[in-house]
C-alpha cells in the first residue's frame, strides 16, 4: 500500500478519536447518531432524587434514555407518529399535564385566601403547643451492659464519651448521644415517659426498655415548644387542604371562572 495512503490514514483515525472524545464526554450515548446529551441523563437522575455518581443507577437511567429514543426513532421510521389518532392521543396527555401544572401553580401563587390559611392554620397548631427536650441517650442492647454504664456514670465518667463508645444508635453515638430538641410525641412511649419525668441535668437510675433496646436517657434542658407561623406552615397548609377532593374541584371551578371572565372569547 501506498506509503502516503497510510500516513493519510493515519492522520484520519487521529483527528476522528480526538474529535470523539468531547463529544462522548458531553453525551450520554448517541443512538444511530442522535446524541442523547449528558446533561439529559443528569436531570433525570436528579428528578428523580437519586445520587448522580452511582454507577449501577446511573447505567439504568442511561439504557432507559437509549431505549427512549429507539422506540422515538422506530415511531418515526415507521411513520406511526404522523397517525392522526396518535397525534390527538399525544396531544390529550400534553393538555392534561399542562392543565396539572397551570392548576398547581395557581394554588401556589393565588388560590389560597388568608382566611383560608389561617383556618387550616389553627387546625394543626395545637399540635406545636407544649414543651421540647433536649436530651442524650445511650442505646444497647443488653439490660446488663445498661446497669454497668449507668454505673461508670455514676462513678464519674462522661455520659458523652460513654455514648461514642458504646451506644447502638448511629445518628446520636457520634455527637456523645446528644438528640437535641425533642417533642415527646415523637419519641417511643417507654422514652417519653422516662424523658419527661426526669429533671434538668438528671439522668435515668434505671434502663429504659423499648423495641430498639435498654435505653439510658439524660435530660439537658426543657423549653416551649416554638410554635411556626402561617407563613412557615403555608406549603404543609396547602398540602393538608389539597388532600379534600370538594376543595380541589372548587378551586379549579374558581381557576377556570376567574381565566373565562378575563378571556377575550369571539
Known amino acids: 500500500m501506498n506509503m502516503k495512503l497510510l500516513s493519510t490514514l493515519a492522520v484520519s483515525v487521529a483527528l476522528t478519536a480526538t474529535l470523539a ?6 453525551n450520554a450515548a448517541v443512538v444511530n447518531g442522535k446524541a442523547i ?3 439529559k441523563l443528569d436531570k433525570m437522575l436528579a428528578s428523580a432524587g437519586q445520587v448522580a455518581n452511582n454507577p449501577e443507577l446511573r447505567d439504568r437511567a442511561r439504557d432507559m434514555l437509549i431505549t427512549r429514543e429507539l422506540i422515538n426513532q422506530e415511531a418515526i421510521k415507521r411513520g406511526v407518529i404522523n397517525n392522526d389518532g396518535i397525534q390527538e392521543q399525544l396531544e390529550q396527555a400534553r393538555l392534561n ?3 396539572g401544572a397551570v392548576f398547581e401553580d395557581y394554588i401556589q401563587r393565588e388560590g389560597v385566601t388568608e382566611s383560608e390559611l389561617k383556618t387550616a392554620y389553627d387546625q394543626v397548631k395545637g399540635q406545636f403547643s407544649g414543651k421540647e427536650y433536649k436530651v442524650r441517650h445511650i442505646l444497647v442492647e443488653k439490660e446488663a451492659d445498661a446497669k454497668s454504664l449507668i454505673a ?3 462513678a464519674g465518667e462522661k455520659f458523652e464519651d460513654l455514648a461514642k463508645a458504646n451506644s447502638k444508635d448511629p445518628g446520636s453515638a457520634v455527637n456523645g448521644g446528644d438528640l437535641n430538641w425533642m417533642n415527646p410525641q415523637a419519641l417511643v412511649p417507654e422514652f417519653s415517659k422516662a424523658m419527661v419525668a426526669l429533671d ?5 437510675d434505671k434502663p429504659v426498655k423499648s423495641q430498639f433496646g435498654f435505653h439510658i436517657i439524660k435530660l439537658e434542658d426543657v423549653r ?3 410554635v411556626p407561623t402561617v407563613a ?3 406549603p404543609q397548609l396547602i398540602q393538608m387542604m389539597a388532600q379534600d377532593q370538594n376543595w380541589q374541584k372548587a378551586k379549579f371551578e374558581e381557576m377556570l371562572a376567574k381565566l373565562k371572565s378575563k378571556a377575550k372569547v369571539q
Open 232 to 234: 412557615e406552615l403555608k
Open 152 to 154: 461508670k456514670i455514676k
Open 21 to 26: 472524545t468531547p463529544v462522548l464526554a458531553q
Open 200 to 204: 434538668k441535668g438528671q439522668m435515668t
Open 97 to 99: 399535564i399542562l392543565v
Open 224 to 226: 416551649e415548644s416554638k
Open 37 to 39: 446529551p449528558k446533561a
